[in-house]
C-alpha cells in the first residue's frame, strides 16, 4: 500500500468525512455578513476555531480542508494544523486560487493557481497538509458544459494532481457540475458523467496514482430552479450508476460535496448511496454547508456560547458519519 493510499484511506474509513472549511476570503465574508457577523480575520478564525476543538473531530471527521488564511494562523502559539492533528485529523489544503472566465467560452469558467503550485504545495507540507483540493466548476444549460470547458478543466485537475502527489499529499479531484439552473435530473446525469469520464482520461494520461486521489462529485440532482423532484432513491441509484460507469475501480474513495442541498437533504441522500452501494469505492462527505450551517446561524446570535455552537456541529457530524455507513434515519434528527 503506498503511503498516499494510506492517506487517502485514513480520511475516509469507519464512516469518516471531510469538513470543508476552505471558503475563501470572498465566500466567508458572504457566509458571515448573512448572519449580521464583522467577516475579519479573528471572526473567521474565531468560528473555524470552535469546529476544530468540537467532539466530532475525534470520531466523525477524517480531514479538514483548510483555506491558506487559516493554516497560516495560530491559537495560543498552536498552529491551526497542530491542533487538528491532535484529534488524529488529518490537515488539508484548497490550492486552487478560483475561477476566471475561460477566454474562448465567457459564460463557463476556469480554475487557476497552477503557476508556482509546486512551491506553494512544499510550503503547506511543511505547514502540516498531508492532502489538498482542487475545484472544477461547470455550468448546465442546453449546451453547456462546452467540451472545452470540460477539457480544459480536466487537464488542470490532472496537472494539479499529479503536482500534488509529487509533493506527497494526496489531491481531492473536485469536478463540480453545479445545481444552479432549471435542468432535468437527466442532464444533470449526462452531463456529470462526460465531466467525471473525462477528468479520469486526463488523469490516467498524466500518470496520476489513482490509489492514492479522492474524487469529490456532485450528487445526481435536478437543478435548483426545475420544478421536477426526485427521491432520495432515485438520487441514489443515478449516482451510483454515473459513479460506476466513469470511475476506475482503482480510486479508493468518494466524498460527495453538498452544493447547495440541505443538511438533511445531503445526509439522506448519502445514506441511501450507501445503503445501495455495491461497489468497491469507500463512499462519504466531504461538506462545507451541509456541515455548518446551523452552527453558523446559532453562533451568530450566541458568540459566547461555544459548547451549544459545537453541540450544533457535532449532531451534523454525527449524522453525516451515520449517513456514511447506511446507518442514519430521519427520526434520528430529532435528538
Ligand atoms: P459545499 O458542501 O458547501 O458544497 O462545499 C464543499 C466544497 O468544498 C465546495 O468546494
Known amino acids: 500500500m503506498s503511503a498516499l493510499n494510506t492517506t487517502a484511506l485514513k480520511i475516509i474509513s469507519s464512516g469518516k468525512g471531510i469538513l470543508a472549511t476552505d471558503e475563501s476570503t470572498g465566500t466567508m465574508t458572504k457566509r458571515l455578513e448573512s448572519v449580521n457577523v464583522i467577516s475579519n480575520s479573528e471572526n473567521r478564525l474565531k468560528f473555524r476555531n470552535i469546529l476544530f ?25 498552536e498552529t491551526i494544523s497542530e491542533i487538528i492533528s491532535k484529534t488524529d485529523t488529518i ?74 502527489q509529487e509533493a506527497g499529499m494526496v489531491p481531492i479531484v473536485e469536478p463540480e457540475v453545479l445545481m444552479d439552473g432549471s435542468h432535468a435530473y437527466k442532464e444533470c446525469y449526462k452531463k456529470t458523467s462526460e465531466v467525471i469520464k473525462r477528468c479520469f482520461e486526463e488523469l490516467i494520461l498524466q500518470k496520476v496514482d489513482l490509489k492514492g486521489i479522492i474524487l469529490k462529485p456532485n450528487m445526481i440532482l435536478p437543478g435548483n430552479e426545475s420544478n421536477e423532484k426526485i427521491n432520495s432513491e432515485q438520487v441514489a441509484e443515478l449516482t451510483l450508476k454515473c459513479l460506476t460507469e466513469n470511475v476506475p475501480k482503482e480510486v479508493p474513495g468518494i466524498a460527495f460535496l453538498s ?10 441522500n448519502l445514506n441511501m448511496i450507501n445503503l445501495k452501494n455495491n461497489s468497491n469505492f469507500i463512499i462519504t462527505y466531504s461538506y462545507g454547508r451541509a456541515l455548518q450551517q446551523n452552527a453558523l446561524k446559532y453562533w451568530s446570535n450566541n458568540q459566547d456560547d461555544i459548547n451549544g455552537t459545537q453541540e450544533i456541529f457535532n449532531h451534523r457530524a454525527k449524522m453525516c458519519t451515520l449517513a456514511a455507513k447506511g446507518q442514519w434515519n430521519k427520526e434520528l434528527e430529532k435528538n
Request: some cysteine.
Open 259 to 268: 452544493g447547495g442541498q440541505t443538511e438533511v437533504q445531503a445526509t439522506e
Open 53 to 77: 476543538s468540537s467532539e466530532a473531530m475525534n470520531n466523525c471527521i477524517g480531514g479538514v480542508i483548510l483555506y491558506d488564511e487559516t493554516i497560516k494562523q495560530k491559537v495560543n502559539s
Open 91 to 164: 490537515p488539508g489544503i484548497k490550492v486552487d486560487i478560483g475561477v476566471k472566465n475561460l477566454s474562448s467560452s465567457k459564460e463557463e469558467k476556469i480554475t487557476e493557481g497552477l503557476d508556482g503550485l509546486r512551491e506553494r504545495l512544499n510550503e503547506y507540507f511543511s505547514l502540516g497538509a498531508r492532502f489538498t483540493k482542487w475545484r472544477g466548476v461547470y455550468k448546465i444549460t442546453e449546451t453547456l458544459p462546452s467540451k472545452l470547458a470540460i477539457f480544459t478543466n480536466a487537464h488542470a485537475l490532472a496537472r494539479y494532481s499529479s503536482l500534488a
